[in-house]
T-cell receptor, first 110, second 113 residues
C-alpha cells in the first residue's frame, strides 16, 4: 500500500522551518526518507523502525508514530541545499516490499 | 565499490519493440528492486527480489518481467514496448529489510515512440 505524503509542495525562504508528513493505512515496520534533486537518483536521509523512535541529523530530524502509522520529517533553519523532492518509503512487515509516496517538492529561496 | 550500475542510461524504443534494462550491484545485497518514475511523479515499485531465484510483483508489474539468477544481477525486461512505459527506471538494492539503506542506481531514461 502506497503511503500518502503531505503537503505536495512547500516554498520557503532560507532559514524557515518545514514539516513533511507521511501516513499509511497499514501497520508499518519501517519508514525511510530520501531526497531527490532534479535529474538525479534519490539519496538516503534516514530510516526509522517501529518503536516510535525519533532520529536527527544536523538540522533534519524525523519521528515515527507507530500507533498512528505516521512519520514526519522536520527541516529546521532551511538552507538552499535542502531544495528537492522528499520521498517517504514504507515497509509494512519485515518482508522486504518497500513502496514510496508521491513526494513533496521543497523549494528554498534566498 | 561501484554500487548499483544500470545500463543503458538512455534508450529510445519504437512501439512493439522489446529490450532489457540491466542492473548489477557489487555490494552482496540480497534485496533488489525496480522502480519507475514518470515526470514529476513518485517512485512506483515494479518488481523486487529477496534473493537469487526469488522475485515478486510490485505495484505496477504489467508489461515487465524480471529474473534473478545471481545475487549481483537483476535485469528488467520490457516486452512489446508502449508509450505508457516512457519513464525513468531506477534499480536499487539493500542488504536486507528494516534498517538497511536502499542504494539507488543512476537511472535509465526510456522513451517509447
Amino acid at each position: 500500500q502506497q503511503p500518502v505524503q503531505s503537503p505536495q509542495a512547500v516554498i520557503l525562504r532560507e532559514g524557515e522551518d518545514a514539516v513533511i508528513n507521511c501516513s499509511s493505512s497499514k501497520a508499518l515496520y519501517s519508514v525511510h526518507w530520501y531526497r531527490q534533486k532534479h535529474g538525479e537518483a534519490p539519496v538516503f536521509l534516514m530510516i526509522l523502525l517501529k518503536g516510535g523512535e525519533q532520529k536527527g541529523h544536523d538540522k533534519i530530524s524525523a519521528s515515527f508514530n507507530e500507533k498512528k502509522q505516521q512519520s514526519s520529517l522536520y527541516l529546521t533553519a532551511s538552507q538552499l541545499s535542502y531544495s528537492g523532492t522528499y520521498f517517504c518509503g514504507t515497509e509494512e512487515t519485515s518482508g522486504s516490499r518497500l513502496t514510496f509516496g508521491e513526494g513533496t517538492q521543497l523549494t528554498v529561496n534566498p | 565499490n561501484a554500487g548499483v550500475t544500470q545500463t543503458p542510461k538512455f534508450r529510445i524504443l519504437k512501439i512493439g519493440q522489446s529490450m532489457t534494462l540491466q542492473c548489477t550491484q557489487d555490494m552482496n545485497h540480497n534485496y533488489m528492486y525496480w522502480y519507475r518514475q514518470d515526470p514529476g511523479m513518485g517512485l512506483k515499485l515494479i518488481y523486487y527480489s529477496v534473493g537469487a531465484g526469488i522475485t515478486d510483483k510490485g505495484e505496477v508489474p504489467n508489461g515487465y518481467n524480471v529474473s534473478r539468477s545471481t545475487t549481483e544481477d537483476f535485469p528488467l525486461r520490457l516486452e512489446l514496448a508502449a508509450p505508457s512505459q516512457t519513464s525513468v527506471y531506477f534499480c536499487a538494492s539493500r542488504r536486507g529489510s528494516g534498517a538497511n539503506v536502499l542504494t539507488f542506481g543512476a537511472g535509465s531514461r526510456l522513451t517509447v515512440l
